[in-house]
């Protein structure tokens, strides 16, 4: 049956409304909630309308996903950074644990389908954010892994500290455990020492790595090789 409601409001303004309803039922209702047919019926619109915008439930999910992780990367990348590298990560962190125990049901989904983000371009672009903020302490000299480390531990951390919280009642969870969590992986990340005074081989190779790529004299292979060097240094 040809969906006239669909047809007649255009073809991006039902798949909008469709992305609302969705994230609604789902924010309210659990994942289990979203099924085509009941997102079709809040929608007012027939079930097929959803399969000819979407191709089925997982691309739904995708395009849900995808928007309401751009509202929160959009809200992440506006926030004004300091002078301080260590300052911004924490408040990159707090975002991040806020965003996962706001959005508790998409939290589950992700963890779901992992692949989910990595198919989204608000998530990518979230991780640029984090792998900047990385990149500055690790130019501050106080860093002591490699910015992929750093980064992979922050992210680990982080979704670790949100499904701990979220798999207990709001009144039974740790208020300060996301905290800990970030003492923690900021103990086995950063340099003691204030910035550019750790005098070790790895500090030194982490921070000079920052600046490789702005090394234009050298060809292309020269810096891969260079990035090599200093990426083995950071290791030892």
């Known amino acids: 049956m040809l969906d006239t409601r669909a047809e007649g409001t255009g073809r991006g303004e039902t798949r909008s409304t469709l992305v609302r309803v969705a994230a609604r039922l789902l924010r309210e209702r659990g994942a289990a909630a979203v099924t085509t047919r009941a997102v079709a019926e809040a929608a007012g619109v027939q079930a097929p309308t959803i399969y000819r915008l979407f191709g089925d439930k ?16 959009a809200d992440k990348a506006l926030a004004v950074e300091t002078s301080d590298p260590i300052a911004d990560l924490r408040a990159g962190w707090d975002t991040q644990i806020g965003f996962g125990l706001a959005n508790p049901a998409l939290f589950v989904v992700l963890l779901a389908d992992p692949a989910r983000l990595t198919r989204s371009p608000a998530a990518a672009a979230g991780l640029e954010v984090l792998r900047a903020r990385v990149h500055q302490i690790a130019a ?31 009144e ?6 996301a905290d800990a969590m970030y003492d923690a992986v900021l103990r086995s990340i950063l340099t003691d020492a204030p910035a550019l005074a750790d005098r070790t081989p790895a500090a030194a190779a982490i921070a000079f790595r920052t600046v490789v790529p702005d090394l234009t004299l050298l060809t292309d292979t020269e810096r891969a ?12």
């Open 58 to 73: 997982d691309g739904l999910l995708d395009a849900v996903a995808e928007h309401v992780f751009a509202a929160y990367v």
């Open 140 to 170: 501050a000299g106080r860093l002591r892994v490699t910015e992929r480390r750093a980064v992979e531990l922050i992210r680990a951390a982080g979704t670790g500290a949100v499904l701990t919280l979220l798999s207990a009642p709001p």
């Open 172 to 177: 039974d969870r740790d208020p300060g455990l």
């Open 225 to 236: 090789l260079l990035s090599e060097w200093l990426d083995r240094a950071a290791r030892t």
